[in-house]
């Protein structure tokens, strides 16, 4: 095996290698985007009162806005076809 060819074997095995495990250390990052798009009005609602579905379409309403969930999805919880955006 020539030099060149121990030197190409090498680097096709060590770069994906390297790629790999640069992928796989990134730690947590925060919620704090998610949080202000999802709000913390759900915290604590069970839908048992008026007040807790409020507290529900509020997330719903946030959601929707930024386009996490899709337009059917959004028109399914109103249970209505005209969800603009």
Partial sequence: MTLRTALERGALITIPVLMLAG???SGPKNV???KSV???DLVGARGATPADQRK???TV???CAAAVW???DCARHGGRQDVSG
Avoid: E, K, N, S
Wanted: glycine share 22%; net charge positive.
């Fill in 23 to 25: 992928c796989g250390t």
């Fill in 61 to 63: 309403v946030g959601l």
């Fill in 38 to 40: 999802a709000g913390v």
């Fill in 32 to 34: 704090i985007g998610l």
């Fill in 56 to 58: 529900i379409d509020r």
């Fill in 70 to 72: 899709t337009r059917a």
